[in-house]
């Protein structure tokens, strides 16, 4: 039998029938045991959510190809974020970092930096706007149409998943004039209401509609126990750590004019599109 190594045993699928590795029932298993009392801030707990929400990640909620994905907003939770980024292919390792221009107050530029400078005229490296918020993923909504059947007189049995919808200005300006065109006096706030997001015409990018235009909550705040269970699930992105890591690096002027020394004009163009999920405005 060769020796297996500890982290390796999950590739090897079965043992063969000539294996000796055997299971044997010699001795009766106790059917519970407890776990040692933790003794010091260096004993772990199985149960430990802190433990859980370390470097876990976001995903991305995006629309089937030719459907509908129904979500949330949960920017009661964590505001959503917003950057100017510059995707950067620099000897031949892509990197997203933040842009360093400055911008006044409404976006106009202020002063041009060397990022912008260098990679104004470079195809799909020039700085473009993001912003992430936290959401929720209704799982089992019609996957054409984004829609609930709901029982008579009772809701909907909703399977919700927690991840982020990463938006650019085009996006955001349209779920903000979609709350704003309820017939509802101050109807300004996103995250009460469902959206549906769907695969724009041209193929690039999403395009974002409110769920019921007659202005009916999001489906999910009408279930207490829901709603409890929504917070606890995204308790461990409240702090918008995980939500910051989606806006790039951060880098320092020595670290980007590296990153710009790196980018060659000529065949700069991004050449893997998988990498470019930012299409909205290209
Ligand atoms: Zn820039």
Redesign the pocket.
Known sequence: MPTLIEDELDTIPTFNSTSTHTPTMTQATPTFLHPAKPQSYLDADWGDENILGIGESLTRILPPEKGATRFALLTYIVPAKKE?I?YINSAGKLSVVR???RRSAKYSVLE??????V?KNVPMM??QFRLVALALKYMNADPKTGRYATPKGGHPDIQFEIGYVQLTANGFREIVSEVRGLEIEGATNPEEYDFIMMPRESGKGQTYKIAAKSGSKALYLSQPELVAQVREAAAPFADGAALEKLLGKAVSKDEMNVLLKGVSVSSAAITNPADIDNTDDL
């Open positions: 100017f510059h842009c360093h221009t041009l930096a060397e990022c912008c400078q990679l020039d700085s």
